[in-house]
């Protein structure tokens, strides 16, 4: 797998911050995947499906809040349990944040931490840019630039840290 320096450049912190959390908190997921609802059977349940093939444990709610618990605190909970977060930036995200949905409670948080990878996909960071100046200043992955599984596997090297805590693998260019 092949990463261009803005990618090295950008995920070094995120993968720092995953190797610590790892050390201090070893039961977390992996990643927390914050997505919109209406993307919830297509996309990001693809992202989903390709990341735990890779070996990542995805907190995501479609499978991770049982039926009759509180849907927000079980997010809150999702946020608290999670080293790294994704979010998957579409069409349907730009729709949701804008109009304050859940996904705009779920980016506040990730924002806040030095924890968070934008995933675009069938958009663009201008368009993200218009909704969420934040979020587009952070760089991430674009399936413009490579398939849903070659993020899925650039992801699962960046947080697999379980391994080898001592020697991280580190992106290479």
């Not at 995953?18 to 919830?40: G, I, N, S, T």
């Not at 989903?48 to 907190?59: C, I, M, Q, R, T």
């Amino acid at each position: 797998m092949t990463y261009t320096p803005a990618e090295v450049r950008a995920l070094t912190p995120v993968r720092r911050t995953a190797e610590l959390r790892a050390l201090q908190k070893p039961d977390l997921c992996d990643v927390f995947l914050c997505h919109a609802w209406d993307d919830r059977r297509g996309a990001a349940t693809e992202l989903h499906d390709l990341l735990e093939a890779e070996g990542v444990s995805v907190w995501f709610s479609e499978k991770d809040i049982v039926l009759g618990q509180p849907f927000m605190r079980e997010i809150d909970r999702g946020l608290a349990r999670s080293r790294t977060g994704l979010v998957l930036v579409t069409p349907a995200l730009l729709q949701r944040v804008d109009s304050r949905g859940v996904s705009d409670k779920e980016l506040s948080e990730l924002l806040a931490r030095d924890l968070l990878i934008p995933v675009v996909h069938e958009t663009t960071y201008d368009e993200l840019r218009n909704v969420s100046p934040l979020l587009a200043s952070r760089n991430g992955l674009n399936t413009a630039d490579g398939s849903m599984a070659d993020i899925a596997t650039k992801i699962a090297e960046l947080v697999a840290v379980e391994d080898d805590l001592t020697a991280p693998p580190t992106p290479a260019n």
